[in-house]
């Protein structure tokens, strides 16, 4: 079970690192992302996050028991993905928790009057 932990410990932390790039890019103009694609980014995050000590916590187990060089690099692989994964998901979490509120979802709830007195008065920028 080593390679299959390993496997997903390594796509956990590569799909964070493609993910926190491209909400970076958008935190300005959050309208371009709809209220399910962040509700799906906080929801798998939140989950991934909850339980990325399971990771930590089985590769204690295996190493109490008998265990060849290979293995132990493969458990001490397996940790550093998961303690490098954890700072990662919490910036896409408060990335994603910064874009909730001005999704397209949010803007098109808006009624015109509304929308155009808070470019006006710059709580919302005029999106480009």
Same mark, same amino acid.
């Given at each position: 079970m080593v390679p299959t932990y390993l496997f997903l410990a390594k796509g956990q932390l590569e799909e964070a690192m493609n993910i926190l790039p491209m909400l970076e890019q958008v935190k300005h103009k959050p309208h371009v992302?709809? !209220?399910d !694609?962040?509700?799906r980014i906080l929801k798998l995050h939140? +989950?991934?996050l909850d339980t990325n000590w399971i990771f930590i916590e089985q590769c204690k187990k295996w190493r109490s028991q008998s265990s060849d060089n290979n293995q132990l690099k493969l458990m001490t692989e397996i940790e550093e993905q998961?303690?490098?994964y +954890?700072?990662?998901?919490?910036q896409i979490l408060a990335l994603a928790k910064f874009i909730e509120n001005d999704t397209i979802d949010r803007i098109l709830e808006k009624d015109d009057g509304e929308l155009a007195l808070e470019v006006l008065m710059g709580k919302r920028k005029f999106p480009c």
């Open positions: 992302l709809c !209220d !694609d962040v509700q939140n +989950e991934q998961a303690q490098n +954890e700072p990662i998901a919490k």
